[in-house]
């Protein structure tokens, strides 16, 4: 049975940083390709980072410079180290992993960024 879990969302002021992971297991983690998603309040959902099989990353143009996505095959764990974050970063953040027309999802975790 596959599983994403992620975890590490919470509340933080604008300006903060949170740290977001996400563990899978049933899959090969290595081969999958990795993602972060995410929706906000009245949103549709939209991709923020990406970090392919072979290490090579990817991001939204809103989040450049501010967000990181990174992987640890041995944990079968993917990141997103976010900084400086905006009120409009505020949204339900959910893991993917995609291997050609495969894909999985987590749950989520809600992102909250509020004075």
């Known amino acids: 049975q596959v599983q994403l879990v992620e975890s590490g969302g919470g509340l933080v002021q604008p300006g903060g940083s949170l740290r977001l992971s996400c563990a899978a297991s049933?899959?090969?983690?290595?081969?999958?390709?990795m993602g972060w998603y995410r929706q906000g309040p009245g949103k549709q959902r939209e991709l923020v980072a990406v970090i392919t099989s072979g290490g090579t990353t990817n991001y939204a143009e809103p989040v450049k410079g501010r967000f990181t996505i990174s992987r640890d095959n041995a944990k079968n764990t993917v990141y997103l180290q976010m900084n400086s974050l905006k009120p409009e970063d505020t949204a339900v953040y959910v893991c993917?992993?995609?291997?050609?027309?495969?894909?999985?999802w987590g749950q989520g975790t809600q992102v909250t960024v509020s004075s």
């Open positions: 993917n992993a995609g291997l050609s027309r495969v894909n999985h």
């Open positions: 049933g899959i090969i983690f290595r081969v999958y390709d």
